[in-house]
């Protein structure tokens, strides 16, 4: 039987080949996305391994929230440590060296006088020198003094500056002129990282201003392990200081990267699985129709004496040499991504690990999951074509589709059922009472939960009713080709309905797609239109002055820069901080006085929050007092990161915002009390001076603000384009990584097509010798091909649009206050269904169109 | 009912030879709606070679309906095949209604298919997606050109299907699927119906419906029909009868009755 299975794909290799070229694609997304993970962590490992070199590690025991730190360290941060404690580190016994860390962010101008930028990596600068361990110069010599600067070598070639080259850096707010004097190199690939070397002195003048840094890195001299070490430099230091080990911190270090990949990666392998399960679609209806297409050949072997058993494992055999060989070569094809993909990242200027590994552990998986998407998909038909008694498979030319009453019902169910959970969600997560519905059991059900098993209810109760509404909405959706193109449109509309469980299973891969594609859209409009009607609405500043790449601190000097101008009326400056709130970590937003009333119109809940800064209270957001229980009038324990201050505030005002991210808002003075006196400042909003105009406004803003280089002035129109286009950054990865499911959804077409095309042989022979011209036949296949398409993409788009509907409910807290349906963007999707379809009928239209008449007429 | 027309063909039952050159002028008497000279068809190459059609000649008479028969592999399906343009001959010449069939390209041959020609297959002759009048309309529908009512009319009562055009050919018997087939083969008004083994697959009163109804449509309608055929009774139905034996015509016989036939076969074998 097996012989029998094998020669049946040999045999029909076309038809497997789709198959096959489906679960290839799904396979390489998993592998792919497995060896990716696998040559991001190789590549951080190096980067840790080569920069983390210190044998001990010393710096403050109180972690910090994170929200506010600019990623320049692995791990979790911690509270600083002064400087000096250098000097009594350095006088432990075993102790070669102690040197503060001090590295931050600092603007470097190219050859072209702008500022080098990278796609998402920041630009730091670094002390270097000879005695810096992690460090080799590679030509030129090392700098000294503010004045020059070494370049890291591929900072050096994005910047297109050399040894002798003189430029400008912005180092502490403040441009200054500098010469390069050398090119140096790190061990590690820089990942992207623009590298500044600076001079120790200078470095620690820069970023450690107020005499503290993250960390201090202590060398061992002679025979010392890093634990007896670390216990020794432990004795020294004082309260709110530890030590650690070099091991231990690259060890956080490495778990804080595993962390960030894991998210990537499980990220990445939800598109996965949608495009292996868009792919089983495709197995299950090419399995479904070559047994149809083989009942005699079945038939014959039961008659022959094979019991069904052994007809369905011939089929499973079959699945398993689909899954095998689409597996292998999508093992294959997903290493070559990886690779392109290493090669594009690095013509970006992102360095990554040469190493593109591809472990034992993923090609098994990838293959057994190859092989088990392809097994499972076939059963279902399997199992029906082993069944089949041999009579009623010799005398019927093709054996009936079956009913569709039982899908219908429980289709219906399913929507109907995910569309409630859905408008639940929906309620419950808008909501601003605690009982929205008075159940309790009801009310303290997760939303998103709800629209997550909501969500997935309606796309499968969908995909489940598809068959049994395939009929009549294909009908509605012919109309115009029916009614244009005579009569290849009523034919091929017959062909599309005629069967409609395949139909909608082709479809149904494309719907799955659609449906993401299409919500995803939804999501990223509505996303737009929230921020775009927050900053209407609560904006009251004319300008905001803030740095270009979107996440950065804006260079210190800024805020005196600006609010010196003769035309500024108001500049106030929203800077971060970070601090303990009853014990725990917290971010904290720090205005001056009039903040609520001059920049932001913040919607207010309880309380008057200009007036409450300026009594020294706290204001806080509406999701932290829900959260946390507070209420106006209660009082809060503030404790510095060292916890060596702490202050008892009020709560003063509740307001509901999305401008503000953090807990709570503290005006200058209070947070002068209990936190670091230098923090970042992120933006800093303008008015104009009583008879100013906002055009003069902006020239003086944007004269003042040139000289460091990554700092622009927008209006609130700019305001929110600029958060627009950061959705419109994230949507236009979510559409490459759904259009490979799109991808396997036109194969699927394809498949399904040329298989209907062998099915259909004879009556194909019969149009033709009553004249059907080949061109006229090629069309009729491309009108079914295009109605499939549209068909599927139409349920998808609704069931996509429906299902993004009950995400503003959902997601009110995080920003999304208004749905909006991209119109538009909904036409292109069915366009490019249509395109879709096109492309799909191509190879179908030629084969058929060869077909020779004669044989097809007399075909068995 | 009109009298069958008399043949004009020679006096029968008679044989005539083939393989001479010849017998009649390059250009067919008046009255032929089809005609082939030297028709010759072979298969295969060298060694394998064979000769489905060994060099015929052959007239069909405008307004009768001729039936071909002889043994499997005689060559009766090859000769109509050709004749329709379903299959090129290897050489020879084949003319329908004074245009030249075996010269013509890919896409005048599907012109002259659905303008000039209709056909009856033994079985699957309809589009299974189409209701019975939509697969009777399916040639004009495809040469875009608009049903003539009347005629359309005409056809439909003649096979008898008048209550049964809205259903789809799932809901039809065997005989009701190819008296459709029958009536699309007639609706262009073609010069010549070629009908594959029309009652292959049919029952003895199946097949009296439909071949009562071929007879008719070229007694009250016309037409002229080629059927290939190897059951006697279908024969017998036939203006004229055509004998095929390893790719010649062996024997032609006029108005046959079915002993006729019966005896020209039984001759047949026993050369």
Redesign the interface.
């Known amino acids: 039987m097996l012989r029998v299975a094998l020669r049946g794909v040999r045999a029909h290799l076309v038809r497997f080949v789709l198959s096959t070229l489906a679960v290839m694609l799904g396979v390489a997304f998993v592998v792919g996305t497995f060896t990716f993970r696998a040559m991001l962590s190789s590549t951080f490992d190096e980067i840790i391994a080569t920069t983390l070199v210190a044998d001990v590690y010393v710096r403050g025991a109180e972690e910090i929230d994170d929200s506010t730190t600019a990623g320049s360290t692995f791990g979790t941060p911690h509270s600083p440590v002064p400087v000096s404690l250098a000097d009594t580190v350095a006088g432990v016994d075993g102790v070669a060296r102690a040197v503060p860390d001090a590295s931050g962010p600092i603007v470097l101008v190219a050859a072209d006088g702008t500022a080098v930028t990278t796609s998402g990596p920041p630009s730091i600068g670094i002390a270097v020198g000879p005695d810096e361990p992690t460090v080799t110069l590679a030509s030129g010599a090392w700098p000294v003094g503010p004045a020059e600067i070494a370049l890291e070598e591929s900072a050096a070639s994005a910047a297109d500056l050399t040894t002798g080259d003189t430029t400008t850096v912005v180092l502490a707010g403040a441009p200054q002129p500098v010469t390069v004097t050398g090119v140096f190199a790190i061990e590690a690939a820089a990942a992207g990282t623009i590298l500044v070397g600076l001079d120790p002195a200078t470095a620690l003048a820069t970023y450690a201003p107020d005499g503290t840094v993250p960390t201090i890195s202590v060398y061992a001299a002679g025979d010392v392990s890093e634990e007896v070490l670390a216990e020794r430099v432990a004795e020294v230091l004082p309260a709110g200081a530890e030590s650690l080990t070099g091991e231990a911190v690259r060890e956080e270090a490495r778990q804080g990267v595993e962390q960030i990949l894991g998210f990537i990666e499980t990220f990445l392998l939800v598109f996965a699985a949608i495009a292996l399960f868009v792919g089983a679609f495709i197995i299950a209806n090419t399995f479904a129709m070559s047994v149809r297409e083989r009942q005699r050949e079945f038939a014959l072997l039961r008659a022959l004496g094979a019991s069904p058993a052994q007809v369905f494992a011939s089929i499973l055999a079959q699945a398993v040499a689909v899954g095998v060989l689409g597996a292998a070569t999508g093992v294959v094809l997903g290493r070559v991504l990886v690779s392109g993909l290493r090669a594009v990242f690095g013509s970006t200027g992102m360095e990554l690990s040469g190493r593109v590994p591809l472990s034992a552990t993923s090609v098994v998986v990838a293959i057994s999951l190859g092989v088990l998407v392809s097994v499972v998909a076939a059963a279902v038909p399997g199992r029906r074509a082993a069944l089949t008694p041999p009579v009623q498979a010799m005398h019927d030319d093709v054996a009936p589709d079956r009913g569709t009453g039982t899908r219908a019902v429980l289709g219906l169910v399913l929507t109907v059922l995910g569309a409630g959970l859905l408008v639940l969600a929906s309620r419950l997560g808008s909501s601003a009472s605690a009982d929205p519905t008075g159940w309790a059991l009801v009310d303290d059900l997760n939303p998103r939960v709800l629209l997550a098993v909501g969500a997935s209810a309606a796309l499968v109760g969908v995909l489940v009713l598809s068959p049994a509404i395939a009929g009549a909405v294909i009908t509605v959706l012919a109309v115009p080709a029916v009614a244009a193109i ?2 290849l449109g ?2 091929a ?3 599309v ?2 069967s409609p469980r395949r139909t909608s299973n082709t479809a149904g891969a494309l719907l799955i797609g659609m449906a993401l594609v299409s919500a995803t859209g939804v999501i990223a409009a509505s996303t737009q239109a929230s921020v775009r009607s927050i900053v209407d609405e609560q904006m009251r500043a004319d300008y905001v002055v803030q740095g270009a790449a979107a996440t950065g601190a804006l260079p210190p000097g800024v805020t005196d820069a600006v609010t010196g101008l003769p035309a500024v009326g108001q500049a106030l400056p929203l800077r971060l901080g970070t601090l303990d709130v009853d014990g725990e970590p917290s971010g904290a937003t720090v205005v001056p006085p009039g903040f609520f009333t001059e920049a932001l119109d913040a919607p207010v809940v309880e309380g008057d929050p200009d007036q409450a800064l300026a009594d020294g209270e706290a204001v806080v957001r509406r999701t932290a007092a829900r959260d946390k229980g507070w209420a106006v009038g209660d009082s809060l324990t503030l404790t510095s990161d060292d916890g060596t201050r702490t202050q008892d505030v009020q709560v003063g005002a509740i307001i509901d915002t999305q401008v503000i991210s953090s807990d709570l808002v503290l005006a200058d003075a209070t947070y002068a009390d209990v936190g670091a006196t230098e923090i970042p400042t992120y933006a800093v909003y303008v008015t104009a001076a009583p008879g100013t105009s906002t055009t003069e406004l902006r020239a003086a803003l944007t004269e003042a603000v040139k000289p460091f280089l990554v700092v622009s002035v927008l209006d609130r129109e700019e305001l929110a384009n600029a958060a627009a286009a950061q959705v419109d950054q994230v949507l236009v990865i979510l559409y490459a990584l759904l259009g490979l499911s799109i991808v396997i959804a036109l194969l699927g077409i394809v498949n399904t097509l040329a298989l209907s095309i062998i099915e259909r042989t ?2 194909i022979g ?9 061109l ?1 036949l090629a069309g009729i296949i491309t009108i079914e091909s295009v109605l499939t398409a549209v068909y599927g993409t139409v349920l998808g788009v609704l069931t996509g649009i429906a299902i993004a509907a009950a995400l503003p409910g959902v997601l009110a807290e995080q920003g999304l206050t208004s749905l909006a349906i991209p119109w538009g963007q909904v036409l292109a999707v069915l366009g490019l269904a249509v395109v879709i379809g096109l492309v799909a009928s191509v190879w179908p239209g030629i084969r058929a169109s060869r077909l020779p ?2 044989e097809a ?2 075909v068995d | 009912m009109e009298p069958a027309p008399s043949s004009p063909g020679p006096p029968a039952p008679t044989r005539s030879g083939t393989g001479a050159a010849p017998a009649l002028p390059p250009d067919a008497p008046d009255g032929t709606a089809a005609w082939a000279r030297d028709l010759v068809k072979t298969y295969g190459q060298g060694e394998t070679v064979v000769r489905a059609l060994d060099g015929v000649d052959v007239d069909f008479r405008a307004a009768e309906l001729t039936a071909i028969m002889g043994p499997s592999g005689s060559g009766k ?1 090859t000769l109509m ?1 050709c004749m ?1 343009g ?2 090129s001959p290897t050489s020879g010449r084949v003319v329908i209604d004074g245009t030249e069939v075996s010269r013509l390209s ?2 005048r041959l ?2 002259l ?3 000039r020609i ?2 009856v ?1 033994q079985s ?7 209701t019975a009048a ?1 697969n009777i309309t ?2 004009l ?4 050109v608009p049903v003539d009512r009347a005629w359309f009319d005409e056809v439909v009562g003649a096979v008898g299907l008048g209550d049964r055009l809205h259903h789809r050919p799932s809901e039809l018997s065997g005989g009701q699927q190819q008296r459709v087939a029958c009536a ?1 083969a007639l609706v262009s008004r073609p010069s010549v119906v070629f009908a594959d083994e029309p009652t292959g697959n049919l029952d003895s009163r199946s097949s009296a419906e439909v071949l009562g109804f071929l007879r008719r449509s070229v007694d009250e309608l016309g037409q002229t029909v080629v059927m290939v055929t190897h059951d006697p009774r279908a024969a017998s139905y036939a203006h004229r009868v055509l004998f095929l034996t390893d790719g010649r015509i062996t024997a032609d016989l006029a108005a046959p009755t079915r002993r006729d036939i019966l005896d020209t076969l039984g001759q047949a074998e026993e050369d």
Request: hydrophobic share 35%; glycine share 8%; aromatic share 6%.
């Open positions: 005579r009569p009523r034919l509309r017959g062909n309905t005629r004879r009556e019969l149009l033709r010798a009553v004249g059907l011209g080949r006229q008449v004669l007429v007399t | 399906s095949h329709a379903l299959d890919q896409r599907t012109a298919r659905r303008t209709g056909f297959f699957y002759n309809l589009v299974p997606t189409l939509e399916l040639p529908d495809i040469a875009r699309r």
